[in-house]
């Protein structure tokens, strides 16, 4: 999709363990807890790492051979990304975005670029998922049958699953949720995303659209 992905907005208090749970789970149970919040805190800094070069996919669109020509390439995705429809109401006017003039758009791509980028990414990505995220999983099965195991009454194990799932992994679900979208499009796929957004985000936007898939190398039957 063409857009930037919006900031992690968490809540703390979600992802410290309260004072009453603290006190009715045993040793062994909060061990694993300690675990599973650090298997969590590296699993998501690697996630952030993985996001940003996620976000590199337009500009990795056009060789840096060329610096003049990488330069505005890049500046002409910023533009693009930047963009934004001003139909909803929180428009004063009520009026629609003014878009952006074609002039001032240069668009330079290359897939053999793109496919090497896709190669390198595609690793980062598997690295994450194999390693960080899961032992993540991991972590988290390991303390939920812990508890499970540990002797506590079930009145107590409520008291925890409550918390567990209502607070802790629903702030694990903010970036969990967005794993499944770090897949990167194909040369095709991501030469249509902008196809679209040039459409939708510049006046006048025939002409460049047309030179835009002559130089990718896409035919548009």
């Not at 679900?173 to 794993?179: F, L, P």
């Not at 006046?203 to 002559?214: G, H, I, R, T």
Request: proline share 4%.
């Amino acid at each position: 999709m063409f857009t930037t992905r919006q900031p992690y907005i968490f809540d703390k208090e979600n992802l410290v363990l309260p004072l009453h749970l603290r006190a009715i789970i045993p040793r062994k149970a909060y061990d694993a807890f300690s675990h599973a919040c650090q298997a969590a805190s590296e699993a998501f800094r690697a996630l952030k790492i993985v996001e940003s070069r996620h976000a590199y996919r337009f500009r990795a669109m056009c060789s840096r051979a060329n610096s003049t020509h990488y330069e505005k390439h890049v500046e002409s995705i910023r533009c693009l990304l930047d963009w934004t429809q001003n139909d909803g109401v929180y428009n004063p006017t009520l009026a629609p975005s003014p878009k952006i003039s074609a002039d001032v758009l240069h668009f330079h791509v290359d897939q053999r670029t793109y496919d090497a980028y896709v190669v390198e990414y595609a690793y980062m990505l598997e690295s994450f998922i194999s390693v960080p995220y899961r032992n993540w999983l991991k972590a988290k099965v390991t303390l939920e049958r812990t508890i499970s195991s540990s002797g506590m009454s079930e009145m107590d194990q409520c008291q925890w699953r409550r918390w567990w799932n209502s607070a802790f992994l629903a702030e694990m679900a903010k970036w969990e949720s967005r794993v499944e979208g770090l897949v990167v499009p194909s040369w095709e796929e991501i030469i249509d995303e902008v196809y679209q957004a040039i459409l939708e985000r510049v006046d006048s936007a025939k002409p460049l659209v047309d030179s835009f898939y002559v130089n990718s190398g896409i035919s548009r039957i």
